[in-house]
């Protein structure tokens, strides 16, 4: 199987192992994209080139869904509807990270980045600590909104994954 066309296009099968050995490349791809959010690459280029390499992860995870889908002869609608939603909700992120980070600023420097990182630590001990009221709940639904296309994309892959092949 061509490697390329593994990735692009969206004709043919794929069978369970080629398809978790796929996923698996495209979830290292999406973590490892994260990258293009530092201070120094958007200092110089905005969010632009993690726009456009998560585009890319998209349609990647998209095709390898499908494929996987079409030898368990299922249809390819479900894929195509967790991708709508996982693009939308990038379409978001990428809206809150251009907010944050401008382009033009100077680098972090180590000192703020990790002032962020304790900052991160703070809101997670408030997310994982006994209710402290009305406003402690409705922060943690607002994460749990904000992680649900990830965590239903997950499911999704799972499911997908798992479905047996038909002749």
């Known amino acids: 199987m061509d490697p390329i066309a593994l990735f692009t296009a969206s004709d043919g099968r794929l069978g369970r192992k080629p398809f978790w050995l796929a ?4 979830y290292l791809a999406s973590f490892a994209s994260h990258w293009l959010l530092t201070g120094s690459v958007t200092a110089r280029s905005g969010v632009w080139p993690f726009a456009f390499v998560q585009a890319g992860i998209l349609w990647a995870w998209t095709v390898v869904h499908i ?3 079409r030898d368990a002869g299922r249809p390819a609608a479900g894929a195509i509807g967790v991708a709508i939603l996982y693009g939308l909700s990038l379409g978001l992120l990428l809206l809150l990270v251009a907010v944050f980070f401008v382009a033009g600023d100077p680098p972090e420097s180590p000192a703020a980045s990790a002032f962020g990182f304790f ?7 408030v997310l994982f600590s006994p209710d402290f009221g009305v406003f402690t709940a409705i922060l943690k639904m ?3 909104i ?7 994309s997950i499911l999704f892959s ?3 994954g798992l479905r047996r092949a038909v002749p």
Do not use: H
């Open 23 to 26: 996923l698996a490349a495209v």
């Open 67 to 69: 494929k996987r889908l």
């Open 119 to 125: 900052l991160l630590l703070a809101i997670l001990g």
């Open 142 to 144: 607002l994460v749990l």
């Open 146 to 152: 904000a992680c649900l296309p990830v965590l239903i």
């Open 158 to 160: 799972v499911y997908t």
